[in-house]
């Protein structure tokens, strides 16, 4: 085998044996290098030659040096958005639900179609630092720590909207076994008391998670601002107008590495790398990774049996838990890609960490997981016809797949195309290398997923067994406003994630780097002795 | 008999030593040369965590079989907690729906139990692992290196603290030496 893996003149570079390697040269069929064909091949998860150094200078970078216009731009803009948001709750609280379009026969609507769609959002971070850690998949450093911030944020919103659609918020309280002197409690056999519990245990345990990959991180940030504080390098801090207006910019009277060296360092909890401390870390990590794993399952499936155990057709239905799930991972992976491709355009240096091989791989699970959503629209039909139920049969057929008779046909159609037809183009390898192919189809894949949302909940609803009980649904601009905020609230927290915190998880990144397992220094004779050893990266692609 | 108390040419007292290794395989080797010299109080430092450090530093199983015990522990109590609270629940204020069957019906609890032995299993794990590990810590001596701090960038380090019993400033250090240290020194308390 004349070729050379691109992994070992990174390990053999960095273990001095070769300085000249060059990165240079590499074959355009392999993209930015890392879209090796050959599954014998490790392809780099890092590029350019990068060493532990540089990872830390770039993603420290991000926190540490200004932001680019486009930071501010972008934050104002989505801030302005989610302005909207907070008077659309306050105005729901003061007058009622009635605010919005609910009427007696569709009362659930773009309440629950926002909550379903913002937590299934939330599982791709999961299930990347959770099921992917356990299979061992190490391509998910470039993207963990992004996609659990997204995770986090996503819940936030999701939280909001069943909060608010109980209609008196102050009693909200009565969803949680609190001893009270009515002396009444919830009813634990109902989902969704059970849907309380798995979401609040989901935020809960992905917010653990997300702290506890970023303690070394944030350690590392902790020691660089101390380090410049000793070496007086640092600054007083700067306030300047994030707008092209003369205004005089404020000096604070203290450093801004004072300011990270004490935030930094209270939260990394005093974090000092020893090698007893990351043994015990990683076994607790592979822990809350093993229970993610099925958490992450568990939380849709209860999400999905909030409608699968009620009788209504078109909701009562076995296939809903794993086809919540996958729906959730599908939408998921889709925000990711729909946040991550244009971050990479924006962040300097962010293209070395995040390949092309990260987003074809990402690209792949959207396909797969499109094709099992896919499977199980077709699974309902299929169940609908072979039920024999009359009025399941009309749910699928009469309330959604027929134009004539469907008012919805229009959500039901829009669905499909979006989650089964555009993933379809992920065939094509040309397409699912192609960053701006993959973020238009993420961005068709997240509107067919709201819509998926919507097809279930509405069209199912709007016309239950009793023809003189149907009624249409019109969202208010209450609707709108209060979901399009939704949207500027996750964006907004996104920004000041990538903004204040690493937005790769450094310590994990450095241990699948070339050169972090001692084996990578071990046998420099033998690298010499073979005939690989002089052979240019570019023969990889053949 | 009294161990010994080491001081600095300023006076102040020896917290231990640290020696600065280029790599992990050198790091790994200089691990394993400690370890079977017999000391007790040192430690490793590394960016990240290196692959099988814990056999090299012989603490495999030992360092993390309390916390193995504490995060079960956690885990058992979330789930018999979680299915009584919602047993005695049902049985203190008992809501008939649909006409479905109350009594001795366990199944509806399934999904609660199991969500609480997720969080405590989660809340044990991550507070096992600090608790066992001494943190939160305000401050620590080794960072009153400045070299240390790079620690968490590329560095790699052994420290070998003064209180072990086989701790002497001269032999020590040539054993870090003879490991393959490049860069030695004393750390004051």
Redesign the interface.
């Given at each position: 085998m004349s070729v050379i893996n691109p992994d070992q003149i990174d390990a053999q570079r960095?273990?001095g044996m070769r300085p000249d390697a060059s990165r240079g040269d590499i074959d355009p069929a392999l993209g930015d290098g890392s879209l090796v064909d050959d599954p014998a091949l490790r392809p780099p998860l890092v590029l350019n030659g990068r060493?532990?150094?540089d990872v830390?200078e770039i993603v420290c970078g991000y926190t540490e040096k200004a932001p680019g216009w486009w930071w501010f731009h972008a934050l104002g803009f989505a801030a302005t958005v989610a302005g909207p948001a907070q008077n659309m709750i306050h105005y729901l609280i003061i007058t009622g639900v009635g605010v919005w379009g609910l009427n007696n026969q569709v009362d659930w609507a773009w309440d629950i179609t926002n909550f379903v769609f913002w937590i299934g959002i939330g599982h791709a971070g999961t299930l990347i630092s959770a099921i992917l850690c356990l299979l061992k998949q190490e391509w998910r450093t470039a993207v963990n720590r992004s996609a659990e911030a997204m995770t986090i944020f996503a819940v936030v919103c999701a939280g909001i909207f069943p909060g608010i659609h109980v209609g008196r918020v102050w009693f909200a309280w009565m969803l949680f076994?609190i001893p009270n002197y009515n002396?009444?409690?919830?009813?634990?056999?109902?989902?969704l008391?059970?849907d309380v519990?798995?979401v609040s245990?989901y935020a809960?345990?992905s917010a653990?998670?997300w702290?506890?990959g970023l303690i070394?991180d944030l350690?590392?940030l902790?020691?660089?601002a101390?380090?410049r504080l000793?070496r007086g390098e640092s600054q007083n801090m700067k306030l300047r107008l994030a707008l092209p207006i003369p205004f005089p910019v404020l000096t604070m009277p203290f450093k801004g590495d004072t300011l990270r060296a004490y935030i930094y360092g209270f939260l990394a909890?005093?974090?000092?790398?020893?090698?007893?401390?990351?043994?015990?870390?990683?076994?607790?990590y592979l822990?809350?990774a093993g229970?993610?794993t099925?958490?992450v399952l568990?939380v849709h499936s209860?999400v999905s049996?909030d409608f699968a155990t009620s009788i209504l057709p078109g909701w009562h239905t076995t296939i809903f838990p794993p086809y919540f799930v996958a729906g959730a991972v599908f939408g998921g992976f889709a925000m990711v890609l729909l946040l991550l491709i244009p971050l990479r355009e924006l962040l300097p240096n962010m293209k070395d960490l995040l390949t092309l091989r990260h987003l074809e791989l990402m690209a792949k699970i959207l396909l797969v997981t499109g094709m099992m959503v896919g499977f199980a629209y077709g699974m309902e039909f299929f169940i609908a016809w072979y039920g024999a139920n009359q009025f399941e049969w009309y749910a699928f057929i009469g309330n959604r797949a027929n134009p004539e008779t469907a008012p919805y046909w229009w959500a039901y159609y829009t669905m499909i195309f979006c989650n089964v037809v555009t993933p379809q183009l992920f065939w094509v390898k040309k397409f699912r290398q192609n960053p701006i192919i993959i973020w238009i189809v993420a961005l068709f894949v997240t509107v067919g997923m709201w819509f998926e949302r919507f097809v279930i909940i509405v069209t199912s609803l709007h016309r239950a067994f009793l023809p003189g009980e149907w009624h249409m649904f019109y969202p208010t601009w209450v609707d709108i406003l209060t979901f399009v905020g939704s949207i500027g609230i996750f964006l907004t927290l996104f920004l000041l994630f990538v903004r204040f915190l690493p937005i790769f998880p450094?310590?994990?990144l450095?241990?699948v780097m070339p050169?972090?397992?001692?084996?990578?220094?071990?046998h420099h004779d033998d690298d010499h002795s073979d005939d690989q050893g002089d052979a240019p990266a570019k023969e990889g692609a053949h | 008999m009294a161990r010994p108390i080491y001081q600095t040419e300023s006076g102040a007292r020896v917290f231990g030593i640290l020696a600065q290794f280029e790599?992990?395989?050198?790091?790994?080797n200089a691990?394993k040369a400690v370890r079977d010299a017999g000391f007790r109080k040192w430690?490793?430092?590394?960016?990240?965590?290196?692959?099988?450090?814990?056999h090299a530093?012989g603490?495999?199983g030992r360092?993390?079989r309390p916390?193995?015990y504490a995060?079960g522990l956690a885990a058992l109590t979330g789930v018999v907690g979680g299915f009584l609270?919602?047993w005695w629940?049902?049985y203190?204020?008992f809501?008939v729906?649909q006409g479905?069957p109350?009594d001795g019906?366990w199944e509806?609890?399934i999904?609660?139990t199991?969500?609480?032995g997720?969080?405590l299993?989660?809340?044990a794990?991550?507070i096992?692992?600090?608790a066992?590990?001494g943190?939160?810590?305000?401050?620590?001596p080794?960072?009153n290196s400045?070299r240390f701090?790079?620690?968490?960038?590329?560095a790699f380090f052994i420290s070998v603290e003064a209180k072990d019993v086989k701790f002497d400033p001269e032999t020590t250090r040539k054993l870090l030496e003879d490991a393959g240290a490049t860069h030695i020194e004393l750390v004051e308390e």
């Amino acid at each position: 085998m004349s070729v050379i893996n691109p992994d070992q003149i990174d390990a053999q570079r960095l273990a001095g044996m070769r300085p000249d390697a060059s990165r240079g040269d590499i074959d355009p069929a392999l993209g930015d290098g890392s879209l090796v064909d050959d599954p014998a091949l490790r392809p780099p998860l890092v590029l350019n030659g990068r060493d532990f150094h540089d990872v830390t200078e770039i993603v420290c970078g991000y926190t540490e040096k200004a932001p680019g216009w486009w930071w501010f731009h972008a934050l104002g803009f989505a801030a302005t958005v989610a302005g909207p948001a907070q008077n659309m709750i306050h105005y729901l609280i003061i007058t009622g639900v009635g605010v919005w379009g609910l009427n007696n026969q569709v009362d659930w609507a773009w309440d629950i179609t926002n909550f379903v769609f913002w937590i299934g959002i939330g599982h791709a971070g999961t299930l990347i630092s959770a099921i992917l850690c356990l299979l061992k998949q190490e391509w998910r450093t470039a993207v963990n720590r992004s996609a659990e911030a997204m995770t986090i944020f996503a819940v936030v919103c999701a939280g909001i909207f069943p909060g608010i659609h109980v209609g008196r918020v102050w009693f909200a309280w009565m969803l949680f076994p609190i001893p009270n002197y009515n002396w009444i409690w919830p009813n634990f056999r109902s989902p969704l008391l059970w849907d309380v519990f798995a979401v609040s245990t989901y935020a809960t345990v992905s917010a653990l998670f997300w702290y506890m990959g970023l303690i070394p991180d944030l350690a590392t940030l902790r020691d660089r601002a101390h380090r410049r504080l000793q070496r007086g390098e640092s600054q007083n801090m700067k306030l300047r107008l994030a707008l092209p207006i003369p205004f005089p910019v404020l000096t604070m009277p203290f450093k801004g590495d004072t300011l990270r060296a004490y935030i930094y360092g209270f939260l990394a909890l005093g974090w000092r790398f020893s090698g007893t401390h990351w043994f015990r870390y990683e076994k607790a990590y592979l822990i809350l990774a093993g229970i993610s794993t099925p958490l992450v399952l568990s939380v849709h499936s209860i999400v999905s049996f909030d409608f699968a155990t009620s009788i209504l057709p078109g909701w009562h239905t076995t296939i809903f838990p794993p086809y919540f799930v996958a729906g959730a991972v599908f939408g998921g992976f889709a925000m990711v890609l729909l946040l991550l491709i244009p971050l990479r355009e924006l962040l300097p240096n962010m293209k070395d960490l995040l390949t092309l091989r990260h987003l074809e791989l990402m690209a792949k699970i959207l396909l797969v997981t499109g094709m099992m959503v896919g499977f199980a629209y077709g699974m309902e039909f299929f169940i609908a016809w072979y039920g024999a139920n009359q009025f399941e049969w009309y749910a699928f057929i009469g309330n959604r797949a027929n134009p004539e008779t469907a008012p919805y046909w229009w959500a039901y159609y829009t669905m499909i195309f979006c989650n089964v037809v555009t993933p379809q183009l992920f065939w094509v390898k040309k397409f699912r290398q192609n960053p701006i192919i993959i973020w238009i189809v993420a961005l068709f894949v997240t509107v067919g997923m709201w819509f998926e949302r919507f097809v279930i909940i509405v069209t199912s609803l709007h016309r239950a067994f009793l023809p003189g009980e149907w009624h249409m649904f019109y969202p208010t601009w209450v609707d709108i406003l209060t979901f399009v905020g939704s949207i500027g609230i996750f964006l907004t927290l996104f920004l000041l994630f990538v903004r204040f915190l690493p937005i790769f998880p450094i310590a994990e990144l450095k241990a699948v780097m070339p050169g972090a397992s001692p084996h990578d220094h071990e046998h420099h004779d033998d690298d010499h002795s073979d005939d690989q050893g002089d052979a240019p990266a570019k023969e990889g692609a053949h | 008999m009294a161990r010994p108390i080491y001081q600095t040419e300023s006076g102040a007292r020896v917290f231990g030593i640290l020696a600065q290794f280029e790599n992990t395989l050198t790091l790994t080797n200089a691990a394993k040369a400690v370890r079977d010299a017999g000391f007790r109080k040192w430690d490793t430092h590394s960016p990240f965590p290196v692959h099988e450090m814990e056999h090299a530093m012989g603490i495999a199983g030992r360092a993390v079989r309390p916390l193995a015990y504490a995060i079960g522990l956690a885990a058992l109590t979330g789930v018999v907690g979680g299915f009584l609270m919602q047993w005695w629940i049902n049985y203190d204020y008992f809501i008939v729906v649909q006409g479905k069957p109350t009594d001795g019906a366990w199944e509806p609890f399934i999904p609660v139990t199991f969500e609480m032995g997720i969080l405590l299993t989660a809340f044990a794990a991550i507070i096992g692992m600090l608790a066992f590990n001494g943190l939160p810590r305000h401050h620590h001596p080794l960072f009153n290196s400045e070299r240390f701090l790079s620690t968490s960038d590329d560095a790699f380090f052994i420290s070998v603290e003064a209180k072990d019993v086989k701790f002497d400033p001269e032999t020590t250090r040539k054993l870090l030496e003879d490991a393959g240290a490049t860069h030695i020194e004393l750390v004051e308390e």
